[in-house]
């Protein structure tokens, strides 16, 4: 399996960017997958999930900005950004899991919900 982020860059507060995380040897169509984000020093925070049954979650913090979704014909996990600020600066990853999961609460938590396979990472700088 290989995931391979694309889309990072540098913009300033309010702007947007759209991440690509292309799979290899993995079906996004059917699996669950999600973005997590870390700045250095800090633990890593889980951004949004696609579950497998469908289900998308967001942190609280990116809610009604950041759009996850599926592009099947790609086989492509995309994460959409807007109204980006300082704060979403960060390295983000792309992650998979193998086996199946839902949307719930802990699917966010990086302590608890573990991702088999895991991209290089994409820097998002955002600047004011």
């Known amino acids: 399996v290989q995931l391979v982020e694309s889309g990072g860059g540098s913009v300033q507060t309010g702007g947007s960017l759209r991440l690509s995380c292309a799979a290899s040897g993995y079906l996004v169509s059917d699996n669950c997958m999600g973005w997590v984000r870390q700045v250095p020093g800090k633990e890593r925070e889980g951004v949004a999930i696609k579950a497998s049954d469908g289900t998308t979650r967001y942190a609280e913090s990116v809610k009604g900005r950041f759009t996850i979704s599926k592009d099947i014909t790609e086989n492509t996990l995309v994460l959409r950004m807007n109204l980006l600020k300082p704060e979403d600066t960060a390295m983000y990853y792309c992650?998979?899991?193998?086996?199946?999961?839902?949307?719930?609460?802990?699917?966010?938590?990086?302590?608890?919900?573990?991702?088999?396979?895991w991209g290089q990472g994409t820097q998002v700088t955002v600047f004011s």
């Open positions: 992650a998979a899991r193998n086996s199946y999961c839902r949307g719930g609460p802990s699917s966010l938590d990086p302590r608890v919900f573990f991702y088999e396979h």
